[in-house]
């Protein structure tokens, strides 16, 4: 049996939600710490209240449940981070270094910390953009996600400490749902095609982005948090790949089980942080290092969601 103990930081978000509980399965019940700066939980399970600008509550945190593994998932996303640059990137920075500092002073013995496609800028290239290649973000959470990287690369080489991140893509799920990010689209056209109305679209129709569906995200993130610590070649964040897909292509796909579903486009200043991004992505390092491979593709996402969200509506 494992001792590892287990807290998640940001808990009541998109993905937060969704992993709490696959960790619950992996490490026990009793294991894993739930925190989030939203004080109504609705999972099941040990929940703390954290404000994670706050370096004294995190530390008391990580002693008061033995914490080995932290997860930290509270972050401003790209479309909100736009709206107010500079307190996005105090936060988003801010909780970073918290994080770092503290799983060093408490010896965790591992931390993972998302990036995301965002880190690309329009000197990368914009079709199957390399593990390695130039980091020029135009957005502001493109910058404070460059800066995680940056400073994740940098605990590893000088204090050891074993941080792993992933770049994740847009990431859509029946789980939960996403809130201030540019690819939030991809969900919310799920919820307007089971109630047999229309969706009115903020991106352009041609707008091709990369996107994992939430059960592979999740299934990465483990596999990740569990390879070899020597079969990892990168320091900063994984490129992750699955899906690449436009609001149109999706509307398409939806259309084979709702044929009556309409899309409109009225693009608005997310199509500017859209633009800024590549289309799709290339893992092949993740799939040497780690054995990476997605399962699904956008049919089996579609009858997924809908099947999901159709018997819930
Ligand atoms: C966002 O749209 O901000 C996120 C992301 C791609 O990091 N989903």
């Given at each position: 049996?494992?001792?590892?103990?287990?807290?998640?930081?940001?808990?009541?978000?998109?993905?937060?939600?969704?992993?709490?509980?696959?960790?619950?399965?992996?490490w026990g019940k009793d294991n894993v710490t739930a925190a989030d700066i939203r004080p109504?939980?609705?999972?099941?399970?040990?929940?703390?209240?954290?404000?994670?600008?706050?370096p004294k509550a995190i530390y008391a945190l990580l002693s008061r449940h033995k914490i080995?593994?932290?997860?930290?998932?509270?972050?401003?996303?790209?479309?909100?981070?736009?709206?107010?640059?500079?307190?996005?990137?105090?936060?988003?920075?801010?909780?970073?270094?918290?994080?770092?500092?503290?799983?060093?002073?408490?010896?965790?013995?591992?931390?993972?910390?998302?990036?995301?496609?965002?880190?690309?800028?329009?000197?990368?290239?914009?079709?199957?953009?390399?593990?390695?290649?130039?980091?020029?973000?135009?957005?502001?959470?493109?910058?404070?996600?460059?800066?995680?990287?940056?400073?994740?690369?940098?605990?590893?080489?000088?204090?050891?400490?074993?941080?792993?991140?992933?770049?994740?893509?847009?990431?859509?799920?029946?789980?939960?749902?996403?809130?201030?990010?540019?690819?939030?689209?991809?969900?919310?056209?799920?919820?307007?095609?089971?109630?047999?109305?229309?969706?009115?679209?903020?991106?352009?129709?041609?707008?091709?982005?990369?996107?994992?569906?939430?059960?592979?995200?999740?299934?990465?993130?483990?596999?990740?948090?569990?390879?070899?610590?020597?079969?990892?070649?990168?320091?900063?964040?994984?490129?992750?790949?699955?899906?690449?897909?436009?609001?149109?292509?999706?509307?398409?796909?939806?259309?084979?089980?709702?044929?009556?579903?309409?899309?409109?486009?009225?693009?608005?200043?997310?199509?500017?942080?859209?633009h800024s991004w590549p289309e799709s992505i290339d893992d092949s390092v993740a799939q040497?290092?780690?054995?990476?491979?997605?399962?699904?593709?956008?049919?089996?996402?579609?009858?997924?969601?809908?099947?999901?969200?159709?018997?819930?509506?």
């Amino acid at each position: 049996m494992s001792t590892e103990r287990i807290l998640v930081i940001g808990a009541n978000g998109q993905i937060g939600k969704v992993l709490f509980p696959a960790l619950q399965e992996l490490w026990g019940k009793d294991n894993v710490t739930a925190a989030d700066i939203r004080p109504v939980f609705d999972g099941e399970g040990i929940f703390e209240v954290l404000d994670a600008t706050e370096p004294k509550a995190i530390y008391a945190l990580l002693s008061r449940h033995k914490i080995t593994q932290v997860y930290h998932l509270a972050a401003i996303l790209s479309a909100k981070a736009e709206e107010n640059p500079l307190s996005s990137w105090e936060i988003n920075t801010r909780t970073l270094l918290n994080v770092l500092e503290t799983g060093r002073e408490c010896k965790v013995s591992k931390l993972f910390i998302p990036s995301s496609i965002a880190v690309f800028g329009p000197s990368a290239p914009r079709t199957k953009v390399p593990q390695n290649t130039f980091l020029d973000p135009s957005t502001a959470y493109g910058i404070s996600k460059v800066a995680t990287e940056t400073w994740i690369a940098y605990y590893r080489r000088k204090y050891n400490l074993d941080v792993r991140s992933i770049r994740y893509p847009g990431v859509l799920g029946y789980q939960s749902m996403p809130g201030g990010g540019t690819t939030d689209y991809a969900v919310d056209i799920f919820y307007k095609a089971v109630k047999g109305e229309q969706y009115t679209c903020f991106l352009e129709k041609d707008t091709r982005l990369p996107m994992i569906y939430m059960n592979d995200a999740i299934r990465a993130t483990l596999e990740l948090m569990q390879a070899s610590p020597e079969n990892l070649s990168v320091d900063m964040a994984y490129n992750v790949a699955s899906l690449s897909f436009t609001p149109e292509e999706l509307g398409t796909a939806i259309r084979k089980y709702i044929p009556a579903f309409q899309i409109t486009y009225v693009p608005d200043y997310r199509q500017t942080i859209a633009h800024s991004w590549p289309e799709s992505i290339d893992d092949s390092v993740a799939q040497k290092d780690w054995g990476w491979q997605p399962k699904f593709g956008l049919d089996e996402v579609v009858r997924d969601m809908l099947e999901h969200l159709s018997n819930h509506s």
